[in-house]
């Protein structure tokens, strides 16, 4: 038992003085004798018990998410074509840590990219969210869900039509709005490139924009874009 | 055969039937407040550190003890291959019975008493002497070092406070001048504060620290440190037997929170000033004030498990024999002569 008792003086300057003063022999007896520090213990023990508890039962009581969660994946399905926003660049593939993401394309009729397959091993995913900063359409998102336990490794290999899923089952609407305004902004909206830069863009800006594509040779009609 | 062998032989039987009819209903109510004390341990305990406790079986929890004991009815009943297995089986049942013996000689109200003896307080402390052969044969038994250190720090703690346990109710079969039990309460009733606590208050103190170190509770649970030695004694036991170790340790609870009840706190009885100031109190019964004393008691013991960590092994012996013997030997001095004054003073 310590015998010494602090005493803070604060003057002017600001400055915090701390002193020990050593308690006098009776007050330290008297502290042993009625074991002030196991009855202050006991009164904070006491004073605890009717406190609210903190324990929330998680099966019957959830817990929102809060805001910018990372939770399970989900490809954005634009509003407009019904189609995911995903324009088969592979940046996020390019960025992610832990090398989950795949993602296959090919060529198509109009000599556009398309997006044959795009998957994510989640087991292998860490959460990081690198693939949604790195995005720069805002397609590939971290939704709030969080729970998808299941007993099967197949259950956790998400293809581009589990993903799109997610979207229309946890993302869907206002929410998926106000998220992709406040968390997954994509960096197009904010930063320009200068016009002689060759970037990404949605087909929509393609069209607007008169920038000629530049034709792709025959050897290159199945374009691959992997991390494997 | 004659009429007078044969009014005597019924007057057996009946007082036979009676005794075991008691004997029932003392276990009865002693082995449902252990099922419960559990609960509400967990459940006291879990609220002073902000959780909720059981909560799942039944409403509030309320069924846990239950499932509890039907699961370590149907567990496995694992034994080593190399403990000695009649010690091993005989271990767990020694220290049940031991706990329950005691429970023969504790009035739980005036009257209700399996058996009342002269010698009952004598009669407890061996019994709890005799609990610990359960904890030592089971370490010993098991063949598992963490047992067996778990069973060498029972003996050397149980033998240290003992000591100081017997000496601290010294004062109070001083005070009453008799080992019974009911003859201490009656006492208690004709002092006029009511209550030996307030007189006795350091024999109080010193029986309520070697109580908790008797029973093998925190702040005093070396024997079953899971910290450092897994579970202690029982690290090796499973299934039933393991739950018969737990219900010793609650009975011995029980009986220690009795005897202080009983030997501090006026048993049954309210003082004679509450009664002058509250009459009413009067028509409640005595088995009501004993129960209620007798949850304090065991709150008591929760609500320390609660606050305090476990002591070393070396401040555990330097309080038992430096702090807690030296303190119940004066207490000892202090209550003869304070008798022998008053009583020379009153003839």
Redesign the interface.
């Known amino acids: 038992m310590d015998a010494t008792e602090e005493i803070i003086v604060s003057n002017d300057t600001g400055v915090k003085v701390v002193s020990r003063k050593e308690i006098g022999f009776f007050a330290s007896l008297l502290r042993r004798v009625f074991f002030l520090e196991?009855l202050q213990?006991?009164k904070?023990?006491?004073t605890?018990?009717?406190?609210?508890?903190?324990?929330q039962?998680y099966p019957k009581e959830k817990r929102q998410a809060k805001q910018g969660f990372r939770g399970l994946h989900a490809l954005v399905r634009d509003p407009a074509t019904g189609k995911a926003k995903c324009v088969g660049c592979g940046l996020c593939a390019a960025i992610c840590p832990s090398r989950c993401i795949n993602i296959f394309t090919s060529e198509g009729d109009n000599h556009e990219k398309v997006v044959d397959r795009y998957e994510i091993e989640l087991l292998r995913c860490l959460y990081c969210s690198f693939c949604v900063e790195a995005c720069p359409f805002g397609a590939v998102v971290l939704t709030e869900h969080y729970e998808y336990s299941d007993y099967s490794r197949e259950a956790f290999f998400m293809t581009k039509d589990t993903l799109l899923d997610n979207w229309d089952k946890y993302m869907e609407g206002p929410k998926g709005r106000y998220y992709l305004e406040h968390f997954w902004r994509p960096k197009l909206e904010d930063f320009c490139t200068p016009h002689e830069q060759a970037i990404f863009k949605p087909k929509a800006a393609i069209t607007s924009e008169p920038l000629s594509p530049v034709p792709i040779t025959a050897t290159g009609t199945a374009g691959e874009v992997s991390n494997e | 055969m004659n009429i007078g062998s044969a009014i005597e032989l019924k007057g057996l039987l009946w007082d036979i039937g009676v005794i075991i009819f008691k004997i029932a209903i003392v276990l009865a109510a002693v082995m449902g407040h252990v099922a419960y004390a559990t609960y509400f341990e967990r459940k006291v305990i879990a609220r002073m550190q902000m959780r909720l406790g059981p909560m799942i079986v039944g409403p509030y929890g309320i069924l846990q003890p239950i499932a509890d004991g039907i699961k370590s009815f149907f567990k496995e009943d694992i034994i080593p291959a190399n403990a000695d297995k009649p010690i091993f089986f005989m271990a767990p049942v020694f220290g049940l019975m031991a706990a329950l013996t005691t429970l023969a000689v504790i009035p739980f109200y005036d009257g209700f008493i399996i058996s009342n003896i002269n010698i009952g307080l004598l009669f407890i402390f061996a019994m709890s002497s005799l609990g610990v052969y359960g904890i030592i044969l089971a370490g010993w038994a098991s063949n598992s070092k963490y047992s067996f250190l778990g069973s060498l720090r029972c003996s050397a703690q149980v033998i240290s406070y003992e000591v100081s346990l017997g000496l601290s109710l010294v004062g109070v079969m001083l005070m009453a001048g008799s080992l019974n039990l009911t003859d201490i309460v009656h006492a208690q009733q004709r002092y006029p504060g009511g209550l030996y606590i307030i007189p006795q208050f350091i024999g109080f103190f010193t029986f309520v620290v070697s109580a908790i170190a008797e029973t093998n509770r925190t702040p005093f649970d070396l024997p079953e440190a899971e910290t450092e030695l897994v579970a202690g004694f029982f690290t090796e036991y499973s299934g039933m037997r393991f739950a018969l170790f737990f219900m010793a340790e609650y009975t011995g609870m029980i009986v220690m929170s009795s005897v202080a009840v009983l030997c501090y706190l006026g048993g049954w009885t309210l003082p004679p000033f509450i009664l002058k100031l509250l009459p009413f109190l009067a028509a409640v019964p005595g088995i009501v004030w004993f129960v209620l004393k007798l949850y304090a008691c065991i709150f008591f013991y929760y609500w320390i498990r609660a606050t305090l960590p476990r002591y070393r092994y070396d401040q555990l012996m330097s309080i038992g024999w430096k702090v807690l013997i030296p303190l119940s030997l004066v207490n000892v001095v202090i209550t003869a002569l304070m008798k022998l004054w008053f009583t020379n003073s009153h003839v």
């Not at chain 1, 605890?48 to 324990?55: H, I, Q, R, S």
């Open positions: 196991i213990g006991m904070l023990t006491l605890t018990a009717f406190k609210k508890p903190v324990t039962q």
